[in-house]
């Protein structure tokens, strides 16, 4: 009799209970020993492991020698991403490959060069022979996060040079990844939309000439078609999701698995692990979900009382899913505001003019102004609190009419570009392997002899 697969008997729960007991650490000790739990410190400051000339995340600045906060600013190797964004709003061109260009060779590309590193990507967008059929159809995953990594790692069973750590074989690498990515993705969602939900099978070629964003929308949609706003709005997306500094949860986990020395496929595979944890790239599904709930318990959109009523009911954990959090407001770093929220906001706005979603926008807005106050009210705060990027992204997400098993792989799509870029870095400069301390507390015991236990 084959035995179910999963399966948590009564005596692996009493065993849990034992593992749970053994596991506890009792939260008083990170304060008597001065551990900083979570790598922060009771400010919320980052404990410094590394230097990166990558990108920079800005939320303070110093002032007679304290420390203030300040409007949120993010950086690509020294240039600010708004004016990245805005100010190529007029050219024909989508940002996403400009901005991979930057970050894995530190200056901006003239028409050459980015006409050559275009070019470049369009060749690799495509997948290794019959992997659609051997691999990504071979018993798809319900979790595409999970189906992108398996299709990371098998990658490398079809790469000759897997284990080559030479900045050109990585580069060669990390460039693939980047084109690949969104192929990965996209048919391991058709894959489980078939399978899974019964639905139809639909494979379209990349085409080389598109964008990464187009090429989405492209081989996303049974009819290949998307407007310019739609794809410029995605492309947005994809350049302010693509990198933020080397202490995010995934982008140190690259750094921490390549200073090991191990191969691409395993160090992004990695990355993609951390990235589908919901306390980091599946934050904008819960606001998703969070302002469904909110439209259908608040009878007017418009009124800042029922609203305040109900934000004051996640925050006492009488709403939603009672987890005493109102999603898409704070930031570990950002106080008075994320830069990339602040950003993209106007093209959502744009966007919700198009697709008719004007009262959804309203709404929103109107939570962007109520939330900071109420947690204000509510909570001890050692800073202020704005709204994040993940508070915009699922609702223009949800305005593109793309599946919602696909909004962390999307993340993924843009943050493969950083991953890459730090990857580089950890690679060229050949430092040690990463291997921070850890307090033990455990008491020294004598050992026992089972007959006598």
Partial sequence: MEKEFGKITPKLEELAEKAKKSSYIDPELYTKYDVKRGLRDLNGRGVLVGITDISEVCSTKEVNGERIPIDGELYYRGYNVRDIILKSQDSDHFG??????????????????????????????????????????????????????????????????????????????????????????????????????????????????????????????????????????????????????????????????????????????????????????????????????????????????????????LLDKKAFDNAGLIYGMGHAIYSISDPRAVTFRGFVKALSEEKGYQKEFALYSLVEKLAPEIIAKKRKMYKGVSPNVDFYSGFAYQMLDLPMELYTPLFAIARIAGWSAHRMEEICHNGKIMRPAYMTVCEHKEFVPIEDR
């Fill in 96 to 313: 996403f490959e400009e901005c991979c260009y930057l970050l894995l060779f530190g200056h901006l590309p003239d028409i050459r060069d980015l006409a050559e590193f275009q070019n470049i990507l369009g060749d690799y967008r495509s997948l290794p022979k019959n992997f659609v059929r051997d691999v990504i159809m071979k018993k798809p995953s319900k979790d595409i996060m999970n189906s992108l990594s398996r299709s990371v790692l098998t990658l490398y069973s079809y790469d000759d040079n897997a284990d080559d750590t030479s900045p050109a074989n990585v580069l060669r690498q990390c460039a693939q990844l980047i084109s690949m990515f969104p192929l990965l993705s996209v048919y391991g969602y058709q894959a489980y939309r078939h399978y899974h939900q019964e639905g139809s099978l639909i494979i379209h070629q990349p085409r080389p000439e598109l964008s990464t964003a187009e090429n989405i929308l492209h081989c996303l949609r049974d009819d290949s078609k998307y407007t310019q706003l739609e794809a410029k709005l995605l492309d947005v997306a994809l350049i302010l999701h693509m990198e933020h500094g080397g202490g995010n949860n995934s982008t140190f986990t690259t750094h921490l698995v390549s200073s090991s020395g191990t191969d691409t496929y395993s160090a992004i595979a990695a990355a993609l692990g951390s990235l589908k944890g919901p306390k980091h790239g599946g934050a904008n599904i819960k606001v998703v979900k969070m302002f469904d709930d909110m439209k259908k318990n608040v009878k007017d959109w418009t009124s800042e009382e029922e609203v305040s009523a109900y934000l004051e009911a």
